[in-house]
Nanobody, 124 residues
Framework: QVQLVESGGGLVQAGGSLRLSCATSGRTFSSYTMGWFRQAPGKKREFVAAVSRNGRSTLYADSVKGRFTVSRDDAKNTMFLQMNSLKPEDTAVYYC?????????????????WGQGTQVTVSS
């Protein structure tokens, strides 16, 4: 199993930036495809971005393409989400997730392990 802990959330003005981190422990980090999801109040959890085991393949939701960048550092057992040009509609709790599947996926149900989430609030 793998344990996931998110950090880096906070309050930022529209147009600003934040960098989220997802620190992992347990099984070898490189065994997992990793993803970021978010959930706003009253809404379903939605896919944000994913990165493959080797870091060469990434996948993004249309709503964040060109603004967010997902990456991983296997030496630090950590995944990152660089968020630029933030908008009020990006406000949500952000979760990182892991799956042993080989390929990136936007499907919530394919991820086996989840963190507790970190709050991101973007003010207008």
């Amino acid at each position: 199993q793998v344990q996931l802990v998110e950090s880096g959330g906070g309050l930022v003005q529209a147009g600003g930036s934040l960098r989220l981190s997802c620190a992992t422990s347990g099984r070898t980090f490189s065994s997992y495809t990793m993803g970021w999801f978010r959930q706003a109040p009253g809404k379903k959890r939605e896919f944000v971005a994913a990165v493959s085991r080797n870091g060469r393949s990434t996948l993004y939701a249309d709503s964040v393409k060109g603004r967010f960048t997902v990456s991983r550092d296997d030496a630090k057992n950590t995944m990152f989400l660089q968020m630029n040009s933030l908008k009020p509609e990006d406000t949500a709790v952000y979760y990182c997730a892991a799956t042993e599947r080989l390929y990136t996926s936007s499907l919530t149900g394919l991820y086996d392990y989840w963190g507790q989430g970190t709050q991101v609030t973007v003010s207008s």
